[in-house]
């Protein structure tokens, strides 16, 4: 990805993504175990979002810029397609941990972030 075209609407959108449980992992199993659930996380979303890029913003946010046309055609199945690779536990220094994420997706850049709270308030929007 060279460039993102900025003057065609809809020839991109953008996912921000939040890991819900690193918090409790570094608090509980240690900060070696929390690198372990960035690292698989990383790894799940950008096998996910293949061709896309992923990114990761710090601590335990991402983004993803979507500009696949399956992907950008339905941002839903998109967002399900993290979740499903997100779903099997992943060992963290000898601790099995399910990676579990909140997304907000866009295709203006301030959505995405207004979005992700509100995807926090509705659990049923999470993988």
Same mark, same amino acid.
């Given at each position: 990805?060279?460039?993102?075209?900025?003057?065609?609407?809809?020839?991109?959108?953008?996912?921000?993504?939040?890991?819900?449980?690193?918090?409790?992992?570094?608090?509980?199993?240690?900060?070696?175990?929390?690198? &372990?659930?960035?690292?698989? !996380? =990383?790894? %799940?979303?950008? @096998?996910?979002?293949? #061709?896309?890029?992923?990114?990761?913003?710090?601590?335990?946010?991402?983004?993803?810029?979507?500009?696949?046309?399956?992907?950008? &055609?339905?941002?839903?199945? !998109? =967002?399900? %397609?993290?979740? @499903?690779?997100?779903? #099997?536990?992943?060992?963290?220094?000898?601790?099995?941990?399910?990676?579990?994420?909140?997304?907000?997706?866009?295709?203006?850049?301030?959505?995405?972030?207004?979005?992700?709270? %509100?995807?926090? @308030?509705?659990?049923?929007?999470?993988?």
């Amino acid at each position: 990805m060279a460039s993102i075209r900025c003057d065609q609407p809809g020839a991109w959108a953008l996912f921000v993504l939040d890991l819900d449980n690193l918090k409790i992992v570094n608090d509980t199993f240690g900060h070696l175990a929390g690198d &372990a659930l960035i690292r698989t !996380a =990383a790894d %799940r979303i950008s @096998r996910a979002m293949t #061709p896309d890029v992923t990114f990761r913003l710090g601590g335990d946010e991402f983004a993803v810029i979507i500009q696949a046309a399956d992907a950008l &055609a339905d941002l839903e199945a !998109a =967002a399900q %397609r993290v979740f @499903r690779q997100l779903e #099997p536990p992943a060992l963290c220094e000898g601790h099995s941990v399910t990676p579990r994420a909140t997304i907000g997706g866009a295709r203006r850049v301030r959505a995405a972030e207004a979005r992700l709270p %509100r995807a926090r @308030r509705h659990p049923a929007r999470r993988g």
